[in-house]
């Protein structure tokens, strides 16, 4: 991890700058690097869409190389959905693409006076007018800036309309439906005028010993085939577990407050396989392909990105919606408008709760009826909240900032101001914890409890063992301290939490590929750090241990379904 | 009575509780596909055994301790030493747990079983509830 692209777009200039070796070594790469460099910039007084907020791409240590999915890319900047520090990554192709064009992270400073969107070809940095391209969708975009470029092959991570319209969970959306979707990372783009950055490079990443990372990652090549956990992801992807998600209770329903709902059968991802798959689509070097491309013809759509599990949940069960098609289309609208389909889909859930308990009604709406179970109207929501129009205005605010309006912050299910994703921490106890705790907000990506108690990602040289989902006890709860950590390292290399081919394994690549000397100790240590380091700055930031709960009526129990025993 | 693990009359027992299972019936009432349980040896347990448990529409047709000479096919078959399963019918290991974890080896259509999780926990709740001679 050695250059940095330091963009200026107040100014329209650039600089290559050196990242420090021994910062590098610390804090490896991707969110981690990112939060050590942003930390003395990300200040109280700065204002998440202001200029002065800065914004960072970064990779990892492994991106680009052979290792399978390791091809992630973190983008980081104060978050104006939470207010604390913001993190999000995404996959597909755009990090490989940023290292081959002589780069491994870039930082965005200021803001243009004009639309614009800026080009990285081989070490060349070039800006260009946006003019034509703003307005377009997130797809439009891409396709649009490749052939201004005249090439396929170029990488393109770009806002759609409601990264321009700084709604507050603007995603930034790259290889077409893949997307750095949490914390509002694509308002911030959209508040400095920038549609889009766009990658293409004939570099290769340089390697410390490649032999001996030729022979670790034919190692992890190995136990991918052995691993029945990325077996069913590339059966069914990410939505093949929704029927496992339903039985134990972890898939959500009725904005968190029903226990048992049969209906979550009909959004089962293998439906979605057999009625409405195309084909599965990987990222990077993934042999995991865990991506799927689907068509609704109720929607008259031929090609969606997606749904991944998240985005049924969000938009299926959590609404009480059971109609697959119209949970496709609502994924596929928020994937062209440039949407985190978790925030969306959270906030129009907890919409529908409001108006359930007469605390909204349509003249609040501008006659809008918004009930569960209506996905039409959730389509037309995102379309609103997208473009700011009407009703929309609040909803693009997020859960926490419209619950607030209406008097009611409590009934908002987010942590830090943001939404909880689709697992439910009564299923799995472990997440009670990491919600609590992450400092992104509630986030299932900053230690992965639902998982290592599933059994799909133990480490157990490092103590992560799978356990019992309803446990309560203080060995639990240092599990959950290690897989953070464990996973802020992994959030650090850019690697996909679905790669889980034992600790040791990544620490021989690290080792290989950088010439680093990490023990596992070490490494643990390192994510330690990072974790501790985000968390500094959100206390910078105002956040306190009061911040560090998730809503009372997440804690209530049910008599029914597979958290009962909760 | 306490009936013997593995045995044909314990399987016979598993075949009997999920007929007169109503969540059973319920949870796969659409499944079709037998099983074959292969109990490996380990310290505890010094043979190999083979149980089948036909299993089609949310009930079960026939269940029995088959000779290995003699294997009938079937759709699934799901090994483990004699120790893991005596983990998963106590209650102590999750069968989905022990899958991904690779303590119990499932061979057959995955995509299939995915869609059928709670019919695989109610025929574990279903051993459990056999009173067993281990």
Same mark, same amino acid.
């Given at each position: 991890?050695e250059?940095?692209?330091?963009?200026?777009?107040?100014?329209?200039?650039?600089?290559?700058e050196?990242?420090?070796?021994e910062m590098a070594?610390g804090?490896i790469?991707g969110s981690?690097l990112?939060a050590?460099?942003l930390?003395?910039?990300?200040?109280?007084?700065i204002?998440?869409?202001?200029p002065e907020?800065?914004l960072m791409?970064?990779t990892g240590?492994?991106?680009?190389?052979s290792m399978?999915?390791?091809?992630?890319?973190?983008?980081?900047?104060r978050?104006p959905l939470?207010?604390f520090?913001?993190?999000?990554?995404?996959?597909g192709?755009i990090?490989?693409?940023m290292? #081959?064009?002589?780069?491994?992270?870039?930082?965005?400073n200021?803001?243009a006076d004009?639309p614009?969107?800026?080009?990285v070809?081989?070490?060349?940095?070039?800006?260009h007018?946006a003019a034509?391209?703003?307005?377009?969708?997130?797809?439009?975009t891409?396709?649009?800036?490749k052939?201004i470029?005249?090439?396929p092959?170029?990488r393109v991570a770009?806002?759609?309309p409601a990264g321009?319209?700084?709604?507050?969970?603007?995603?930034i959306v790259n290889?077409?439906g893949?997307a750095a979707g949490?914390?509002?990372?694509g308002?911030v783009?959209g508040?400095?005028?920038l549609k889009?950055?766009?990658f293409?490079?004939s570099?290769?990443v340089?390697?410390a010993?490649?032999?001996g990372?030729k022979e670790?990652v034919?190692?992890?090549?190995?136990t991918?085939?052995?691993?029945?956990?990325a077996q069913a992801?590339q059966?069914?992807g990410?939505?093949?577990?929704?029927?496992m998600a339903?039985?134990?209770?972890?898939?959500p329903?009725?904005?968190y407050?029903?226990?048992?709902?049969?209906?979550?059968?009909n959004?089962?991802?293998i439906?979605?396989?057999?009625?409405?798959?195309?084909?599965?689509?990987?990222?990077?070097?993934?042999?995991?392909?865990?991506?799927?491309e689907t068509?609704?013809?109720?929607?008259?759509?031929?090609?969606v990105d997606g749904p991944e599990y998240?985005t049924?949940?969000? #938009?299926?069960s959590?609404?009480?919606?059971?109609?697959?098609?119209g949970?496709?289309y609502?994924?596929?609208?928020?994937?062209?408008?440039?949407l985190?389909?978790?925030s969306?889909?959270s906030?129009?859930?907890m919409?529908?709760?409001?108006?359930d308990?007469?605390?909204?009604d349509?003249e609040q709406t501008?006659?809008l009826?918004?009930?569960?179970?209506?996905?039409?109207?959730?389509?037309?929501?995102?379309?609103?909240?997208?473009k700011?129009?009407?009703?929309?205005?609040?909803i693009?605010?997020g859960?926490?900032a419209?619950?607030?309006?209406?008097?009611?912050?409590e009934m908002?299910?987010?942590v830090?101001n943001?939404?909880?994703p689709m697992?439910?921490?009564?299923?799995?106890?472990g997440?009670?914890?990491v919600?609590a705790?992450s400092p992104?907000?509630?986030c299932h990506l900053q230690?992965?409890?639902?998982?290592?108690?599933?059994?799909?990602?133990p480490?157990?040289?490092?103590?992560i063992h799978?356990?019992?989902?309803?446990e309560?006890?203080?060995?639990?709860?240092?599990?959950?301290?290690?897989?953070?950590?464990?996973r802020?390292?992994?959030?650090?290399?850019?690697?996909?939490?679905f790669?889980?081919p034992?600790a040791?394994?990544?620490?021989r690549?690290?080792n290989?590929?950088?010439g680093?000397d990490y023990?596992l100790?070490?490494?643990?240590?390192?994510?330690k750090?990072i974790?501790?380091?985000?968390r500094?700055i959100n206390?910078?930031?105002?956040?306190t241990?009061?911040?560090?709960?998730?809503?009372? #009526?997440?804690?209530k129990?049910f008599s029914?379904?597979?958290?009962?025993?909760? | 009575?306490?009936?013997?693990?593995?045995?044909?009359?314990?399987?016979?027992?598993?075949?009997?509780?999920?007929?007169?299972?109503?969540?059973?019936q319920?949870?796969?009432?659409?499944?079709?596909?037998?099983?074959?349980?292969v109990?490996?040896?380990?310290e505890?347990?010094?043979?190999?055994?083979?149980l089948?448990?036909?299993?089609?529409?949310g009930?079960?047709?026939?269940a029995a301790m088959v000779?290995?000479?003699?294997?009938p096919?079937t759709?699934?078959t799901?090994?483990?030493? #004699?120790?893991t399963?005596r983990?998963?019918?106590?209650?102590?290991?999750?069968?989905i747990?022990?899958?991904m974890?690779?303590?119990?080896?499932?061979?057959?259509?995955?995509m299939?079983?995915?869609?059928y999780?709670?019919?695989?926990?109610?025929i574990?709740?279903?051993c459990?509830?056999?009173?067993?001679?281990?």
């Amino acid at each position: 991890m050695e250059k940095l692209l330091v963009i200026d777009l107040t100014e329209k200039s650039y600089k290559v700058e050196n990242i420090d070796p021994e910062m590098a070594r610390g804090y490896i790469g991707g969110s981690g690097l990112s939060a050590r460099l942003l930390y003395d910039r990300i200040k109280l007084d700065i204002d998440p869409l202001g200029p002065e907020n800065p914004l960072m791409f970064m990779t990892g240590p492994l991106v680009g190389t052979s290792m399978p999915s390791a091809g992630r890319c973190a983008v980081s900047a104060r978050s104006p959905l939470t207010g604390f520090w913001g993190e999000s990554n995404t996959g597909g192709f755009i990090g490989p693409e940023m290292r #081959f064009a002589g780069f491994d992270g870039v930082l965005i400073n200021g803001r243009a006076d004009k639309p614009c969107w800026v080009s990285v070809l081989d070490n060349k940095v070039k800006f260009h007018d946006a003019a034509p391209l703003w307005g377009q969708d997130t797809y439009q975009t891409q396709d649009s800036i490749k052939e201004i470029l005249a090439d396929p092959k170029a990488r393109v991570a770009c806002i759609g309309p409601a990264g321009e319209n700084l709604v507050k969970m603007a995603a930034i959306v790259n290889d077409h439906g893949r997307a750095a979707g949490r914390t509002g990372m694509g308002a911030v783009m959209g508040s400095k005028n920038l549609k889009a950055i766009a990658f293409r490079g004939s570099g290769k990443v340089h390697l410390a010993d490649p032999a001996g990372y030729k022979e670790v990652v034919g190692e992890i090549l190995q136990t991918v085939k052995d691993d029945l956990s990325a077996q069913a992801f590339q059966l069914a992807g990410t939505s093949g577990y929704v029927d496992m998600a339903t039985m134990f209770g972890d898939m959500p329903a009725g904005y968190y407050q029903v226990g048992e709902w049969e209906e979550s059968s009909n959004l089962s991802g293998i439906l979605l396989a057999e009625e409405h798959l195309i084909r599965g689509t990987s990222c990077y070097r993934c042999p995991i392909v865990c991506g799927r491309e689907t068509r609704t013809v109720k929607y008259k759509v031929d090609k969606v990105d997606g749904p991944e599990y998240e985005t049924i949940a969000s #938009f299926g069960s959590l609404a009480l919606v059971d109609d697959l098609e119209g949970v496709i289309y609502a994924g596929h609208l928020c994937n062209v408008y440039g949407l985190d389909t978790i925030s969306t889909g959270s906030t129009i859930a907890m919409v529908c709760d409001l108006f359930d308990k007469g605390i909204l009604d349509a003249e609040q709406t501008g006659g809008l009826e918004i009930r569960f179970g209506d996905v039409e109207m959730s389509h037309r929501l995102i379309e609103m909240t997208a473009k700011r129009e009407g009703f929309g205005k609040l909803i693009a605010e997020g859960s926490a900032a419209l619950a607030a309006h209406y008097g009611v912050p409590e009934m908002a299910a987010t942590v830090r101001n943001l939404e909880i994703p689709m697992h439910d921490a009564r299923s799995f106890s472990g997440m009670a914890p990491v919600y609590a705790l992450s400092p992104r907000g509630a986030c299932h990506l900053q230690g992965d409890m639902y998982g290592v108690d599933l059994g799909m990602a133990p480490a157990t040289e490092l103590g992560i063992h799978p356990g019992e989902r309803f446990e309560n006890s203080l060995e639990k709860g240092q599990t959950t301290a290690r897989s953070q950590s464990w996973r802020s390292v992994y959030n650090a290399l850019t690697v996909c939490h679905f790669m889980n081919p034992g600790a040791s394994k990544i620490q021989r690549a690290l080792n290989a590929a950088t010439g680093w000397d990490y023990s596992l100790d070490e490494l643990m240590l390192s994510g330690k750090r990072i974790f501790s380091l985000k968390r500094i700055i959100n206390h910078n930031l105002g956040s306190t241990i009061e911040d560090d709960r998730l809503p009372e #009526f997440m804690l209530k129990g049910f008599s029914t379904g597979g958290y009962a025993r909760f | 009575m306490a009936h013997k693990f593995p045995s044909d009359e314990w399987v016979k027992a598993v075949r009997e509780l999920l007929n007169n299972s109503d969540s059973y019936q319920r949870s796969a009432k659409d499944w079709e596909g037998d099983f074959i349980f292969v109990v490996e040896p380990d310290e505890e347990y010094a043979d190999t055994a083979y149980l089948h448990l036909e299993l089609y529409h949310g009930s079960s047709p026939g269940a029995a301790m088959v000779d290995p000479d003699n294997l009938p096919e079937t759709e699934y078959t799901l090994n483990a030493p #004699f120790s893991t399963w005596r983990k998963v019918i106590d209650g102590k290991l999750d069968p989905i747990q022990g899958m991904m974890t690779g303590q119990l080896k499932l061979k057959g259509n995955l995509m299939k079983i995915m869609r059928y999780p709670k019919a695989a926990q109610e025929i574990v709740a279903c051993c459990a509830k056999i009173p067993t001679d281990w």
